[in-house]
């Protein structure tokens, strides 16, 4: 049944847990997708994550390194855990698949008020210095005239939004600029604004119980200015208000 979706546009499925199942249900699941996506169309894909069969197979950025050019090389020293160990055909026209299981993960970008891109790769450094559970890159934006520090939080409980954009607010100021708001790419899990949430009210001596869901969003969005790009919009943004939507729009 996933061979259709791979064969038009996919090349990276990881299976995240999610309710009602754990990070090791889904390596089982993303193997048995691996094996039939290998042998159905015929292309090399690799296991990576929590099920990768070999510790350096975990990262993408292993499998990844040298890109489509080095497929052909790889095939041979790294062979695929299902599908073809040579460049055939189909692999020439397709690539290679990854699939595996991980963590739920937050892409989060932090504007800063400034053109300098050594400054924001600094910065970035510096940021995944004194985190766990993060990677970062600092970048310049055209499109915005402003740099941000890109940060992949592989575990929203040990580095949460707030922290990341604290920390990196705390560096930033050290090096002479600022953080001017932030921006989050795809979804998150709703306790991931909760825990936010907690930490900003606790400063201002507040509590959640009681309050409206949209007073508490709005406490998150507004001190990390989550809105200085596009509109943050929690039914869009907030993974269990987005499925609520789409159920009652398929009701409908």
């Not at 499925?13 to 015929?42: D, H, M, Q, W, Y």
């Not at 932090?110 to 924001?120: E, G, M, P, S």
Request: aromatic residues 8%.
């Amino acid at each position: 049944p996933y061979t259709t979706l791979f064969r038009s546009c996919v090349d990276v499925c990881p299976f995240i847990p999610f309710k009602k199942i754990s990070l090791e249900e889904c390596a089982e699941i993303a193997k048995n997708v691996a094996r039939e996506a290998g042998e159905t169309l015929g292309v090399p894909v690799y296991l990576y994550g929590a099920a990768a069969t070999e510790e350096q197979r975990r990262e993408l950025s292993f499998l990844r390194k040298g890109g489509y050019e080095s497929l052909g090389s790889k095939l041979s020293v790294c062979p695929p855990d299902f599908g073809p160990t040579a460049l055939t055909e189909s692999a020439q026209k397709a690539g290679a698949l990854c699939i595996g299981a991980r963590n739920f993960l937050l892409a989060y970008n932090i504007n800063l008020n400034t053109k300098d891109i050594a400054l924001a790769k600094n910065i970035a450094k510096e940021l995944r210095t004194q985190l766990c559970g993060i990677k970062t890159l600092g970048w310049y934006i055209d499109e915005y005239g402003f740099c941000q520090v890109s940060v992949n939080i592989e575990d929203y409980k040990k580095a949460p939004l707030y922290l990341v954009y604290e920390t990196c607010k705390n560096i930033a100021g050290k090096l002479n600029t600022a953080v001017t708001g932030s921006e989050l790419i795809g979804l998150l899990p709703k306790d991931a604004m909760l825990d936010s949430a907690k930490f900003y009210l606790n400063k201002q001596n507040r509590i959640m119980l009681g309050m409206r869901h949209e007073e508490v969003f709005n406490t998150v969005i507004t001190n990390l200015n989550l809105s200085q790009i596009t509109p943050f919009i929690p039914d869009e943004k907030i993974l269990e208000l987005k499925l609520k939507s789409l159920d009652r729009k398929s009701v409908v």
